[in-house]
């Protein structure tokens, strides 16, 4: 079976399927939604093909600037928490034997069913005066009198953590379990405490690892939906939950489009620059 | 010490991730139609509401639906663009690669309203196949991903062997490729098969108004009415995800399928 | 003719020539071997054979049919694969009948090829094993049992031995030769182990830089090398300037009852150090100091400076002179036993 180009109809079959599908159901909705964003919006809830900047111009407002600088934020402390902390656990799991492996492994997969209202409301529960956390830690003593930590920045950021955390492993599982072991051998021969061998061994080869990981967690933060609302204040409300309720309780499409095109852009140039920032600390 | 301090952390770790699955457990349990942590009284008729309160049966009906075709058309959609990407060489299919991969890096919100206008656009608005097609392409990234990797890690010389004993094409696929990929096929349904039940947005803004899947009903619920079915809902899932997840542990090579390196010699 | 026949064939890559202009003859029923060093072509040559790679120029037929462009499976060959490309789904028996198989074979007819060709390789009963449990020798008559189901008219082997001990290697070696003359299959295998093709092959082929530097039987190639880079490949050798001085040739500073060819006033003489003999020194004998001495056990190796040009010589435990390092000695070289090479 020689890996050749494909010649005739027959050979190019397969892609045409997939092909189609992901021409007409996502581009052209995509698409939509970015003609969409230049329509006109009318009283009543309709809009009209036209061409006008003035749902783009409704960003420039205060409001909107500082629920941006929020949503980024917000995506960026999650992805950086949830780095932190998945990172040791999964070099754990890696090298843990494969029965623990395969046990971690199903736990975290089961997680991922847990739908986005069931964890804030688990969280809401967790971080609650009369429930929660606080109440535990008055029982053993360490705390005087329990406090409701919901809603609050720290609990939306625990409730959203907490949702990216099994994908951010699952991501970083591949590479660490493929790690070569006698890399961080050799760099302990020479002298290094196995800490100091994960610090200037181990992450420096899963550089390229660790930045999609990070970059997933962030454009993953950036969509969150419910989590702001269940476990924030208005205060925490981040753009994507702006733009649902614009599109679907104010009637206003083209200004939840637009919103919509302008947070891709936003996402990818963040993301072009972290990885040119990547590729940067590598010379 | 330091296996000490591995130990530690992992255990918190393992507890932080827990613990909602705690609540909720224990909230599924209450007595009274309350969501009282810890619970008050203990009761499972919450878990026979699913089955038999018609709203919330209806909507299980939905989702499992939803998510059993959605995760066929992705795999679908997605297995023989891996194939094709493995078998010839062609650059230009890469272009599907990523569109393959981008529904699921964009902000789900993104993606959903995507499908809104496009659906309210073409008049298809609120039909239940909208949902099918909205959620295969949205979770397409899943088994393109499973799949890539399957064929990556099928070994070429083992076609070329089968060429030389007398395998055209065809026969190759049938009887080496076909059963190598079986796994990645598995766990690629199966992932977008689990993340299709408890996706809300995209479901909601297709089919939201007229159809309620299980997670549009338990957010609803959240927000107007609040039952322990609810959780029990969520305990259900979370059992069933584990339970799928263990089959193919147990009869297949999980942390393979996750991305590890072959564990047999 | 019958048999395989390679003409003018060559494979590039880009501007790279992996394999130029390349004839061969292989006669059915010879065992023959492709070797050299690795990125000789002996292995684009094996898979442009075996259908796996097209020429860009040549052609290849078997008994007289021409099959240049023909796909692997239509050629009805036989192949184990350096990595044996053992298909993991399948048990022993399952890889074995595979063949069979797909050629809509009854299950009964493929069950009683299977246990035959298990017992031709030493492997009775084994058909429900799991492929992953069997040790590497196993799993390489595995392959060859596999390669061989159909009877096919060619045998292919790429490095099929080079994932296994020294011991069990050398085994194995004796073992392909006595099936391949059990089934006087026509039989090509490419190894960079030259012990390995002397001890396999009726026919020798050294290759290098994708041509074809000699073709023969073992025994020829090692007393008769074709040119310096298979005097040396093949065993060890002493390789020594041969200059003209007039119509005389001179080696090692003294004239030598050696002809050189025609027209030719630089040459190589090839002698191997067995047939290197160390005697008193003496005035029309090559003289020679001796810098080291070796004592591998069943052979010892004496390594000789002779004016500037070191020559090893090797003689067994009972023929051994007595010389010690330091010691000054006469070199006589055996004129019918040493070749004179002119590449």
Known sequence: MRREPARGLVQHLPVIFPGLMLTVFFIVPFGTMVAVSFFRRQQGGFYVPDFVLANYARFLTPFFGNVLIFSLYLAIAVAVVSLIIAVPFTYLIARSRRMTQVIWLVALLSILSLSEVIIGFAWSTLLSRTAGITNLLVRLGLMEAPQALVPGFGAVLTGMVYQAMPYAVLVLYPSMVRLDPTLTEAARTLGASPLKAFFTVVLPALRTTLIATLIMAFIFALGSYLLPQILGRPSHWTLSVLITDQALYQSNMPFAAAMAVFLVLVSLALVALTMFAGKKLEA | ?265 | MSGLVLKGVSREFGTVKAVNDVDLEVPNGRFVCLLGPSGCGKTTLLRMIAGLDVPTAGTISIDDEDITRQPTHKRNLGMVFQSLALFPHLTVGGNIAYALRIRGLSKEEQARRVEELLALVHLPGYADRPVAKLSGGQRQRVAIARALAVSPRLFLLDEPLSALDAKLREAMQVELRQLQQQLGITTIVVTHDQREAMTMADTVIVMQGGEIRQAASPVEIYRKPADTFVADFIGSTNLIDIARDGDRAVLLGRPAALTLPYGVSKATLSVRPEDVELTAPSSDLPEAKVTFVRDLGGAIEFFLDAGGTQVVAVTSPRARPEVAIGDRVGIRLDPTRSVVLTR
Do not use: C
């Open chain 2, 1 to 265: 010490m330091g296996r000490l301090l591995s130990r530690l952390y992992l255990a918190l770790v393992g507890i932080f991730l827990a613990a909602p699955i705690v609540v909720v457990t224990g909230v599924s349990f209450n007595e009274k139609q309350n969501l009282a942590f810890p619970p008050q009284g203990f009761s499972l008729h919450w878990f026979a509401e699913i089955f038999v309160n018609p709203e919330w049966l209806r909507a299980l009906v939905a989702s499992v639906l939803l998510a059993v075709t959605s995760a066929a058309l992705a795999v679908a959609i997605a297995l023989p663009l891996a194939w094709f990407l493995w078998r010839r060489v062609a650059p230009w299919a890469q272009v599907f690669q990523l569109l393959g991969v981008a529904p699921f890096t964009l902000p789900p919100v993104i993606t959903a309203l995507g499908f809104l206008t496009f659906w309210a656009t073409s008049g298809f608005y609120g039909q239940a196949w909208t949902a099918v097609i909205a959620h295969a392409i949205f979770f397409v990234t899943l088994p393109l991903v499973t799949l890539t990797l399957g064929f990556s890690s099928i070994d070429r010389s083992l076609t070329e062997a089968a060429a030389t004993m007398g395998a055209d094409d065809r026969t190759v696929f049938r009887t080496v490729v076909l059963p190598l990929i079986l796994p990645y096929v598995v766990s690629g349904y199966a992932f977008a098969f689990v993340l299709s039940l408890n996706e809300y947005i995209v479901a909601y803004m297709t089919i939201g108004f007229v159809r309620e899947t299980l997670p549009i009903k338990v957010f609803n619920a959240l927000r107007y009415g609040y039952t322990p079915t609810m959780a029990a809902v969520s305990v259900l899932f979370v059992a069933v995800t584990a339970a799928v997840f263990g089959l193919i542990a147990r009869f297949g090579d999980l942390p393979r399928l996750m991305g590890a390196m072959s564990s047999k010699d």
